[in-house]
């Protein structure tokens, strides 16, 4: 948890859905959980109650894409705001495919390093994070903050926490499912933890 008598904000990735198995880029397509899909997310509901205790958050948001909405509703979360700011990276060009697929046009493609065409730009995401941080910060004092989203903004969310600039989100790993906790030391910013796989036991 984020500490004695601290608040945090804890990030949920969506559960696995057939394009994030097979490692399709999915921005903007509305696709469903799997059926392991939705076992990870009630594990991850678990783990997430473990993690935080019984009070009940503060705020609770999700990107509206299905495979959020529904892991938010698996996980045993009451969403109080769908927002399009906590959608996915939008992968423009490369929607739908795999880093092996766009290197064959464009060898070492990364989406951290690389641009995406008619997507979104690296900045543009950070900025959209820290749009997020920015907006969810005063319902720390009241509790916790739980955002239901996708893995490469994510991603980007703990980078723009730790002040880091969007491309340092590389460095972060977020399963399908996974739940990571920000916090703070003393006021500075803190990942208190990282890529929790659903099921674990606080």
Do not use: C
Not at 28 to 45: C, F, Q, V, W
Not at 125 to 140: E, I, K, N, Q, Y
Not at 152 to 180: I, N
């Amino acid at each position: 948890m984020a500490g004695e008598g601290k608040t945090g904000i804890y990030l949920l990735r969506h559960g696995q859905t057939e394009w994030s198995r097979d490692g399709r880029h999915t921005g903007r397509s509305d696709i469903p959980l799997t059926p392991e899909g939705e076992e990870l997310a009630r594990a991850a509901g678990r783990t997430l109650a473990g993690l935080r205790g019984g009070a009940a958050p503060a705020l609770v948001l999700s990107s509206p894409r299905q495979r959020a909405v529904r892991t938010a509703e698996l996980a045993g979360l009451t969403v109080d705001e769908q927002t399009e700011d906590l959608a996915e990276w939008d992968y423009g060009d490369y929607e739908g495919r795999t880093t092996p697929q766009i290197r064959e046009s464009v060898p070492g493609w990364t989406v951290w390093t690389h641009p995406t065409p008619n997507g979104e730009t690296a900045e543009q995401v950070g900025a959209r994070a820290r749009a997020v941080l920015d907006r969810v910060r005063p319902a720390l004092a009241d509790g916790d903050v739980v955002l239901i989203g996708h893995g490469h903004f994510s991603r980007v969310l703990v980078a723009a926490w730790l002040e880091l600039p969007a491309t340092k989100g590389v460095s972060f790993g977020m399963d399908a499912a996974a739940v990571s906790v920000l916090g703070d030391e003393r006021g500075a910013p803190q990942i208190q933890h990282l890529n929790v796989p659903a099921g674990a036991t606080a």
